[in-house]
């Protein structure tokens, strides 16, 4: 089995070089189309008193079909799929699986989300066939449905644990802009659907959405 699979990533490797080898000023050609994303991720619209503690972050990885507009392939679309972890950092309790409650005294709260997303891009940039670095700007939205999430706290050198709570909003939504020149660019995600839904503290609704912050990488 490790054979066959260093002989694919051989062939794969060789088909990509041989393509680009034989590409000229002037063809049709098409651009980044595997990403990866490192992220500072931060959550807005907290209930008051609820604050983000210690430091939470994002991982993720994806193939994206990107669909020229014209033959020079300065503008295109771009529609993928990918895979992102999420962890953040924050005084957000969870008391059950069906229920949301803010506790301060809690100091170790932690969130980890295991998603599929799926990022739906207009294309600018000032590529050519036989030019490797060049300005980008990608912009659009993003989708995302929660696979797994787990929501665990510390108390009393005890450690408690929820998984697949029936409080958090699977499907999230939000817009993205990737922006910059070669191999390092900036990305932004600003979220649009809340994180919780039907969750109340102390009479008042929990809005909190994700935002995040960081550096997209882009090959092939």
Not at 40 to 57: A, C, I, M, Q, W
Not at 137 to 150: D, E, F, K, W
Not at 197 to 203: A, H, L, Q, R, S
């Amino acid at each position: 089995m490790q054979k066959l699979f260093i002989f694919i990533c051989f062939i794969f490797i060789a088909n990509v070089s041989a393509q680009i080898d034989s590409l000229r000023i002037g063809d049709r050609y098409l651009e980044d189309q595997l990403y990866a994303n490192i992220t500072y991720n931060v959550l807005l619209d907290r209930p008051f008193g609820e604050e983000n503690r210690g430091f939470s972050y994002g991982l993720s990885a994806g193939y994206v079909r990107d669909i020229p507009f014209n033959k020079s392939g300065n503008f295109a679309m771009g529609i993928g799929v990918g895979y992102n972890y999420d962890v953040f950092t924050h005084s957000l309790q969870v008391v059950n699986t069906n229920e949301v409650t803010y506790n301060t005294g809690v100091t170790a709260n932690k969130i980890y989300l295991h998603n599929i997303e799926f990022p739906i891009q207009f294309r600018w940039r000032t590529s050519d066939a036989v030019t490797y670095s060049f300005w980008r700007i990608y912009t659009g939205v993003r989708l995302s449905y929660n696979l797994r999430n787990s929501f665990s706290y510390e108390l009393n050198d005890v450690k408690y644990e929820f998984k697949n709570i029936n409080a958090y909003n699977n499907f999230q939504y939000g817009l993205e802009l990737n922006a910059g020149y070669g191999a390092f660019n900036f990305f932004v995600y600003y979220g649009l659907q809340t994180m919780f839904k039907d969750v109340n503290i102390d009479g008042v609704h929990v809005n909190t959405k994700i935002t995040k912050f960081g550096i997209s990488f882009f090959l092939l």
